[in-house]
């Protein structure tokens, strides 16, 4: 690196994306060498005096061994488990859950800025996937706002459950003792379909069709929650999940979505030996996933498309490819993104795990992240 893009101390105003720079904001204060990196230049910022180097704008910062990216985006969105992906790699399992963390946090950047300006002109569906971290009496749900016709995924927000349906009388002992030390939040699922109302709000106030309609399955919260809604003209249709799931499904698009999550992601098969551990590590996965369907993938395989499920939802092929050029090569900053509440939750790894104290997510999140 010739020339750092800005400073990166939150503190000091030539690190906002609106601020003037001048042309000799920083001066070169010398170098170090890595046994990593090999010779790596400093810099200090004339304005804030903070100092620092070319790996601070580096996705390694902080790391002592580089990790293929490309490759472990591939293992980790084509069913690979975290431990066959460590093996894979050789490294350990927590390397790996690192990496998955920073890569997350990339994916919810790149994320960000495409959906900042982006119109949909589509209806909207919105569903629960359901799985489950630590053991299968803590479920969890992850709600999904995609375009109907797209099949983009506009948002996500994340809940853990209550176990319920048929259990024996050892099972329902063992669900009292746990929830004795770990008792569950009976509204975090209604919390979290009000967060992802309110991202859906911010979509259908940029559309400048009076057309905004939302799809659902019948499930009970759902009418609840957009009749807190503040955008006005919101057209509510319901339809029975137990119809066929076939294209011409009208949830197709949520449907889809959750067959291919369970085929590609080795937590979420189903009878799996793997499970999550680790609920935010969990959800940070998933986020490459999707950053993987949204922007990878093609929109259709059988006739055959060019285009992904990002451009079928109007995002430019320009930003599509600046998006794929930076998401892996540029450190994203948290101040400098436009996150959500829960975006910004994850991006913390502020997603509490059941049954254990979220002392993990300390070595997951070192105090950059907030940087």
Request: net charge positive.
């Amino acid at each position: 690196m010739h020339k750092p893009p800005f400073c990166p101390s939150s503190n000091c105003e030539y690190h906002w994306p609106d601020t003037d720079r001048p042309a000799g904001w920083y001066v070169r204060d010398g170098h170090y060498v890595s046994q990593r990196a090999g010779r790596v230049h400093r810099f200090r910022c004339k304005r804030c005096g903070r100092s620092f180097s070319e790996t601070t704008f580096s996705l390694d910062y902080y790391a002592k061994k580089r990790v293929n990216l490309y490759r472990l985006r591939r293992l980790l969105t084509n069913g690979s488990s975290m431990r066959a992906t460590a093996r894979q790699l050789h490294v350990s399992t927590g390397a790996i859950a690192r990496r998955v963390m920073i890569l997350a946090r990339q994916a919810l950047a790149a994320h960000a800025v495409s959906c900042q300006d982006l119109v949909p002109e589509e209806d909207l569906v919105a569903d629960g996937f359901q799985s489950f971290w630590v053991s299968q009496y803590h479920p969890n749900n992850f709600n999904l706002l995609v375009g109907a016709d797209s099949q983009y995924l506009f948002s996500m927000t994340q809940a853990t459950l209550r176990r319920s349906g048929r259990m024996g009388r050892k099972q329902k002992l063992k669900r009292q003792q746990i929830e004795e030390t770990d008792p569950p939040d009976s509204s975090s699922l209604a919390k979290a379909f009000d967060s992802l109302v309110g991202e859906a709000e911010t979509l259908w106030s940029r559309m400048k069709s009076e057309r905004r309609v939302w799809r659902t399955d019948e499930h009970q919260l759902y009418p609840a929650s957009l009749r807190i809604s503040t955008v006005p003209g919101i057209k509510h249709l319901r339809y029975s999940s137990k119809l066929p799931r076939t294209v011409g499904n009208p949830l197709f698009a949520v449907n889809y979505l959750d067959r291919e999550i369970r085929k590609d992601l080795a937590e979420h098969h189903r009878e799996t030996v793997c499970f999550a551990r680790s609920a935010a590590v969990s959800t940070a996965r998933l986020w490459i996933y999707l950053m993987d369907h949204n922007y990878y993938k093609p929109y259709r395989i059988a006739p055959p498309a060019t285009i992904t499920h990002a451009e079928a939802a109007g995002v430019s092929s320009k930003k599509l490819w600046r998006v794929r050029r930076e998401w892996l090569t540029q450190r994203a900053f948290f101040n400098r993104t436009p996150l959500t509440h829960t975006q910004r939750m994850v991006w913390m790894g502020m997603i509490p795990t059941p049954e254990a104290e979220n002392l993990t997510n300390r070595r997951l999140t070192p105090g950059y992240c907030a940087a």
